[in-house]
T-cell receptor
Framework: TQLLEQSPQFLSIQEGENLTVYCNSS?????LQWYRQEPGEGPVLLVT?????EVKKLKRLTFQFGDARKDSSLHITAAQPGDTGLYLC???????????FGTGTRLKVLA | DVKVTQSSRYLVKRTGEKVFLECVQD?????MFWYRQDPGLGLRLIYF???????EKGDIPEGYSVSREKKERFSLILESASTNQTSMYLC???????????????FGSGTRLTVV
């Protein structure tokens, strides 16, 4: 089973700070997704990236797919308490519909 | 609002019981999945189905079975519940995707199962 490692596992920051979380693997992904999960709910898709080097922005969130398509990062600018949650990356190595999920980064933004 | 509905949010069962977890989606998605989520282990795929009556094992199928008699419904069955099956169970659905389809998975809210 392919392994997707996320770092850091936990992050607690003050409102207004910037942060970056990482998703790494030894496998090449045909596509990679980021989800956010709030307590008591299922994960919700934030973005899908498919091209090496691709950068996508979603308001204050910036997603980057590594050139070799083995890693990705999520950068949040000026974090807000509403950003609190579990951030999960998920990669597809086979070009099909099955995604392998990382272990997640639990983010807490303090007001 | 399109969604995936899981029948129970919380469930407590006894060791040895047969447990059914139900999942229904209203998006006409071809693919449906069952994951379990445990602290430090992330989401692990139990079973998935890409069509009615079709199923394939995921990474951790032991102790589980599934049923998909209708496109919108995917059931997870714990044949004889054990304490190590205490977990959060998440159902998801998706369109059949090509590489350039961006829709991702739609998840249900989860069922927190405790086996005592």
């Amino acid at each position: 089973t392919q392994l997707l490692e996320q770092s850091p596992q936990f992050l607690s920051i003050q409102e207004g700070e910037n942060l970056t979380v990482y998703c790494n693997s030894s496998s090449v992904f045909s596509s990679l997704q980021w989800y956010r999960q709030e307590p008591g709910e299922g994960p919700v898709l934030l973005v899908t990236v498919v091209t090496g080097g691709e950068v996508k922005k979603l308001k204050r969130l910036t997603f980057q797919f590594g050139d070799a398509r083995k890693d990705s990062s999520l950068h949040i600018t000026a974090a807000q308490p509403g950003d609190t949650g579990l951030y999960l990356c998920a990669g597809d190595t086979s070009g099909t519909y099955k995604y392998i999920f990382g272990t997640g980064t639990r983010l807490k933004v303090l007001a | 609002d399109v969604k995936v509905t899981q029948s129970s949010r919380y469930l407590v069962k006894r060791t040895g019981e047969k447990v059914f977890l139900e999942c229904v989606q209203d998006m006409d998605h071809e693919n449906m999945f069952w994951y379990r989520q445990d602290p430090g282990l992330g989401l692990r795929l139990i079973y998935f189905s890409y069509d009615v009556k079709m199923k394939e094992k995921g990474d951790i199928p032991e102790g589980y079975s599934v049923s998909r008699e209708k496109k919108e419904r995917f059931s997870l069955i714990l044949e004889s519940a054990s304490t190590n099956q205490t977990s959060m169970y998440l159902c998801a659905s998706s369109l059949f995707q090509r590489r350039d389809n961006m829709y991702g998975y739609t998840f249900g809210s989860g069922t927190r199962l405790t086996v005592v």
